[in-house]
């Protein structure tokens, strides 16, 4: 079956720890995207890159790094950097970012929760 | 990227219709309107996406208004399943030499009553 695939569903670390989110795809999507949600908030666009090697800073990028070395991978690391890290996060693709008549698919999510 | 505006949430008793709004002025005349929903704790589902004219599909129906600048998402026949949080969103249009981005808002959160 074709669709993301996040993993761990629900990860908990230390605070200071930096921490690394998965988030694999095989819909053969160009497009990658990752966004933050809060509880009773609407999604922010954290990072997402449009082809191997390449990605672009969203809304809410400081303290989160990306990296995109294969099309189906998009891990996001958390970094001791980020004040607030305890969140919903989700990862998603679309076939391009560059194709406006297309749909996003999202994975189920990890929720963080730094202690 | 164009705006969106939408209710906090809403109502609706099973089985009815439910009629979701949202506001868009700003949108230009090559984007497209697109809603997803959230149930809680999961990923973002896609519902409809529409241009100018209306769509239905086996989930909902997308009424938008002759001047593009509103829309309304229907559910014909409200479930208890569909107590979600609906996004209304704008996709903007190719721009050269730039990225676009899928951004969301606050959504509508939709309980429906048995």
């Known amino acids: 079956d074709g669709g993301i695939t996040q993993s761990p569903k629900y990860l908990f670390r230390k605070e200071g720890q930096n921490v690394t989110l998965s988030c694999e795809q095989n819909?053969?999507?160009?497009?990658m995207y990752w966004y933050r949600q809060d509880p009773g908030q609407g999604l922010r666009l954290i990072y997402y890159?449009?082809?191997?090697?390449?990605?672009q800073k969203g809304d809410i990028a400081e303290g989160y790094s990306v990296s995109r070395e294969k099309k189906e991978s998009f891990p996001l690391t958390v970094t001791s950097a980020q004040k607030n890290p305890t969140a919903f996060y989700l990862c998603?693709?679309?076939?391009?970012?560059?194709?406006?008549?297309?749909?996003?698919?999202f994975g189920q999510g990890t929720r963080l929760t730094v202690v | 990227d164009a705006k969106t505006t939408q209710p906090p949430s809403m109502d609706c008793a099973e089985g009815r219709a439910a009629n979701l709004p949202c506001n868009h002025s700003?949108?230009?005349?090559?984007?497209?309107v697109y809603w997803y929903r959230q149930i809680h704790s999961q990923g973002p589902q896609y519902i409809i996406h529409?241009?100018?004219n209306n769509e239905t599909n086996e989930m909902a129906s997308l009424i938008i208004t002759e001047d593009r600048k509103s829309s309304t998402l229907i559910l014909p026949h409200a479930t208890l399943r569909d107590t979600a949080v609906y996004y209304c969103?704008?996709?903007?249009?190719?721009?050269?030499?730039?990225?676009?981005?899928?951004?969301f808002g606050t959504g509508t959160k939709l309980q429906v009553i048995p």
């Open positions: 998603a693709s679309s076939i391009s970012l560059q194709t406006v008549n297309t749909e996003a698919f």
């Open positions: 529409g241009l100018k």
């Open positions: 969103i704008v996709r903007v249009a190719f721009n050269s030499g730039g990225y676009q981005k899928v951004t």
């Open positions: 819909l053969n999507h160009d497009a």
């Open positions: 700003t949108i230009s005349g090559n984007e497209y």
């Open positions: 890159s449009q082809i191997v090697n390449d990605f």
